[in-house]
């Protein structure tokens, strides 16, 4: 005679065999899956999963960080003053080219105006008489005698007309310079020695008006 409360309990136990087959299938399943992706065996030159492609970067031992941090620093260092101490040349060069130049023209200069006072003879001098030939009460008319008094004939010749208390208006057969000085036309500035050119002018005069007798000539050869 059987007992019926057997049959579950066999049926239970079958059940949970059939739980751990499956399980160990599912097991089996998984780590062929696995073995297939290469996490397991498969191709040695596959890299492991998680690796990324990127720049490799160069570590350095604490020794040589300590020994590159200098030589960074006078690198860094060097690159900051370079364009000071360049400023600072071209600073220093432009004042000493300038003093060159200068000096240079002035020499220039002196050597000309020694070659200009060179080129007049010693002997070379004129003299400007002055002449009252009419009087107004606040005018006069002057004639101006010009006279080579040298020994050589003068190219050119100028007057200084600066007198007091007058003012000129009118001249005639002579030329403004500047500065009260006038001087000879191109037809009568060439005088040889003791010849003589007649200028003259028309000037008003304040009160008092005195005529000098001369005034300053220059002559040119």
Do not use: K
């Not at 002035?106 to 030939?133: K, N």
């Amino acid at each position: 005679m059987h007992r019926t409360g057997d049959v579950p309990a066999r049926r239970g136990r079958l059940h949970g065999r059939l739980l751990h087959v499956l399980g160990g299938f599912s097991a089996l399943v998984a780590v062929i899956a696995l073995w297939q992706l290469g996490v397991f065996g498969g191709d040695p030159d596959r890299e492991p999963v998680g690796a990324v492609d990127g720049p490799e970067t160069a570590w350095q031992s604490p020794g040589e960080e300590s020994t590159s941090a200098p030589h960074s620093a006078e690198a860094a260092s060097a690159t900051i003053e370079s364009p000071s101490e360049s400023s600072a040349a071209a600073t220093s060069d432009a004042p000493s080219d300038d003093a060159g130049s200068s000096a240079a023209a002035e020499e220039t200069s002196a050597r000309e105006e020694e070659e200009e006072v060179d080129d007049i003879p010693s002997d070379a001098s004129c003299s400007a008489t002055l002449t009252l030939e009419e009087a107004w009460d606040d005018s006069v008319e002057v004639s101006v005698e010009v006279v080579n008094t040298g020994g050589t004939e003068l190219e050119s010749w100028s007057i200084d007309l600066d007198i007091d208390d007058s003012d000129i208006e009118h001249y005639w057969s002579m030329r403004e310079l500047g500065w009260d000085w006038y001087g000879s036309e191109d037809w009568n500035g060439r005088l040889d020695p003791d010849e003589n050119a007649v200028v003259g002018f028309q000037a008003e005069t304040d009160r008092g008006f005195e005529l000098p007798a001369s005034v300053q000539c220059e002559a040119r050869v």
